[in-house]
């Protein structure tokens, strides 16, 4: 049973980044009326939320955006920052969402940065941990125990970001609307792409506790 909530998970999150891919490739056709680069429209919404410590700044790569607390850095894949489209100004605002939850403290994302340092360390030795305590199943289980303990973290981890990610597309989205920065197309556009972002940390989430309860049953199952 297990085993089929596995595959059926990563079915799902196969199909959803499919679907991320081609709603953000549908949506970057659709340009601003307003002309505004991602950049300008990251600039605009710290500037709108009081906020002027907060760099945006220009990342490599291709869905590389992401908010950094540690350094108030906006950053923004080379795609978003420099384009004029409904899904750069979706992912640029999100980011800038973030941005506003960190100087406004809000409580998810400060209990999430607070466990990062701890899931860092978790994350960079529980596979040994739980490889080594599968193998001394029978001679050393507590090794196991150990290891699910480390991967828990991991877990509560995954769910602690979802009301981070979907806070930071709400406050996009009611920022974009309330300030005409998006048309009524442009804003479903990005409405949409925000959607299936937020549905990729919900399937990792879900595979995470399912992987947590499959090394679980190998416990409870080691007699």
């Not at 908010?67 to 999100?94: F, Q």
Request: hydrophobic content about 50%; proline content about 2%; aromatic content about 12%.
């Amino acid at each position: 049973m297990m085993w089929i909530l596995l595959i059926a998970v990563m079915i799902a999150s196969y199909y959803i980044q499919y679907k991320l891919k081609s709603k953000f490739e549908k949506y970057s056709k659709v340009q601003l009326q307003n002309g505004m680069s991602g950049a300008e429209v990251a600039q605009k919404m710290l500037l709108d939320h009081g906020i002027r410590d907060v760099r945006v700044i220009s990342t490599p790569g291709r869905l590389t955006d992401h908010y950094n607390p540690s350094d108030k850095t906006v950053n923004l894949s080379e795609a978003v920052y420099n384009e004029r489209n409904a899904a750069a100004a979706a992912v640029a605002a999100h980011e800038v969402g973030h941005a506003v939850q960190h100087a406004t403290a809000y409580h998810w994302l400060t209990m999430r940065s607070k466990m990062v340092p701890v899931v860092s360390f978790s994350s960079n030795i529980v596979t040994w941990v739980l490889l080594g305590g599968i193998l001394l199943i029978n001679t050393f289980p507590q090794l196991l125990l150990f290891g699910i303990g480390l991967f828990a973290l991991t877990t509560i981890f995954s769910f602690v970001t979802l009301p981070v990610e979907y806070d930071a597309s709400a406050r996009a989205l009611k920022w974009l609307e309330a300030k005409n920065i998006v048309t009524q197309q442009e804003y479903a556009g990005a409405k949409d792409a925000l959607s299936w972002a937020a549905r990729t940390y919900v399937v990792a989430a879900i595979s995470s506790l399912g992987t947590l309860l499959y090394y679980v049953m190998i416990y409870m199952n080691r007699r």
